[in-house]
């Protein structure tokens, strides 16, 4: 962005382009302007003609102007964002290559203060891709987008995703992006072939949909099929199996009065859904508490709920509590 080269994002549907770059935007402190290409035809990029009259000598003479699309920037600084670029007509992705390579549009110029990011899915992920040009290849730099589980569960602790979701997430990483190959079997490939075909299947993006439900307990005789329609049967069929254990969970207030003797679970998923619940009540108030709790977790426990509470609440990292047990596990917080 800084250098002005404009840059290609490819990766499968749901995991987060627009919105990472929504996010650099915000960091920078710049304006973000997202363009759908798909949704343009080339005479919306070009802008639409007009036609002026001057005389020219003793002749009247018709001068045609080109009026810029309104939604083109015309002066400050920003990221001129062109979305769904490779779903765009051939037509409108050809009206693009003067704008990506020289930043111009006929009489159009992008001011200097603007970048462009362009984002598309892949091909083989069935979304509807047509075929880019060499010639507007050629014009950017192509980075690939890749998946993180770290990194998505970092954004849910900053963005409101529900704990039950953010757990399971935890205990079950594999199932955050299903369209990822894991290897390069038969079998992993048949498996990856069927997501493409079904009606909904899990990606980062669709596990927020799931959270926004979750928030509104819904009943639990259509708990099962609308959590089907998000991320697909297999998924909502171990999400319910691990919301049995969430919602099994003793009384986390109950579990702070008596830090030192509360029980401590032994199954995995229990452990998640019990750190993630933690690090959610977490305040400074209560946090003597909870990390007297915490010393009684197995180690990568301990290290799940301190950062979670941590990145949750900031200011946490100035409690004595925590500074003691952070002086003590340095090396495995670090």
């Not at 529900?162 to 290897?183: A, C, D, K, Y």
């Not at 075909?197 to 708990?223: G, M, Y």
């Not at 709790?293 to 004595?320: H, I, W």
């Amino acid at each position: 962005i800084k250098a002005k080269q404009p840059v290609m994002l490819h990766g499968s549907p749901g995991v987060g382009k627009s919105q990472v770059v929504k996010q650099v935007a915000d960091k920078l402190g710049i304006e973000m302007i997202d363009l759908r290409l798909s949704q343009l035809d080339p005479v919306d990029l070009r802008g639409v003609p007009s036609v002026d009259r001057e005389k020219v000598g003793e002749k009247e003479v018709g001068k045609t102007n080109w009026n810029v699309p309104s939604f083109l920037p015309t002066e400050g600084n920003g990221i001129l964002f062109l979305d769904e670029i490779n779903s765009a007509a051939q037509a409108t992705q050809a009206a693009a290559y003067q704008l990506v390579l020289d930043r111009k549009l006929g009489d159009y110029e992008l001011p200097p203060g603007w970048a462009m990011v362009a984002a598309g899915n892949r091909s083989t992920d069935r979304a509807i891709v047509n075929a880019m040009s060499t010639a507007l290849k050629n014009r950017f730099t192509h980075l690939n987008y890749e998946v993180n589980n770290e990194d998505w569960c970092d954004w849910a602790l900053r963005s409101g995703i529900s704990t039950e979701v953010l757990g399971f997430i935890r205990f079950r990483p594999m199932l955050l992006n299903e369209f990822e190959q894991r290897n390069e079997t038969a079998e992993e490939k048949k498996r990856v072939q069927r997501l493409k075909d079904a009606q909904a299947f899990a990606t980062p993006r669709s596990w927020e949909f799931l959270s926004r439900v979750v928030a509104q307990k819904p009943s639990s005789d259509i708990e099962y099929d609308l959590y089907c329609g998000i991320v697909g049967e297999g998924c909502a069929a171990e999400f319910m199996g691990y919301l049995k254990y969430y919602r099994n969970l003793p009384n986390l207030d109950a579990l702070l009065m008596n830090p030192k003797a509360a029980p401590v679970p032994k199954e995995p998923a229990v452990l998640y859904a019990l750190a993630t619940g933690l690090a959610a009540k977490a305040t400074a108030d209560n946090f003597e508490r909870v990390v007297q709790y915490t010393l009684r977790l197995p180690a990568e426990f301990q290290v799940l709920l301190m950062k979670d509470a941590a990145v949750r609440e900031p200011k946490l990292c100035n409690n004595r509590s925590f500074n003691e047990w952070a002086s003590k596990n340095a090396s495995v917080l670090f």
